[in-house]
């Protein structure tokens, strides 16, 4: 994928995290969103890093969503949405281990469209 449609996808999906964030309620919301926040991640690493295969790109993103999720252990997280209140759609507050999961499913879903989609180009002789 380009540079740009992974910026416009990455927008799109940023903007429907949003509006499940601040819209709405309920666990599969709540789920829809992080998986949402995992798939964003995911086209974050390729806009940054285009060459990088979309598995490795998974694999980082995963571990930079885990690793945020389970700082939230510790109360860094919270203290500063305390002091930053917009920080809470990428830092959150509080762990739920539900959402670990949710992260693994919006990794999959980009990793599996991108493996989809590359395999579909015909090599320009």
């Known amino acids: 994928m380009t540079r740009p449609r992974l910026a416009v996808a990455l927008a799109v ?3 429907l995290g949003l509006v499940l964030a601040t819209r709405f309620t309920g ?3 709540d789920a829809a969103g992080d998986a949402a926040y995992a798939a964003a991640v995911t086209l974050a690493v390729l806009l940054v890093a285009p ?20 700082a939230q252990l510790t109360g860094g997280p919270a203290w500063v949405v305390a002091r930053v209140p917009p920080a809470r759609f990428v830092l959150g507050t509080t762990f ?3 959402d670990l999961i949710a992260y693994a499913v919006g990794v999959v879903v ?7 989609t590359s395999r579909r180009r015909v090599p320009v002789a």
């Open 13 to 15: 999906l940023v903007a």
């Open 27 to 29: 666990a599969l919301v």
């Open 51 to 70: 060459r990088l295969d979309v598995r490795a790109a998974g694999a980082v993103a995963l571990a930079v969503c885990w690793i945020v999720e389970l």
């Open 96 to 98: 739920v281990a539900t």
């Open 110 to 116: 980009v990793v599996a469209a991108g493996r989809a």
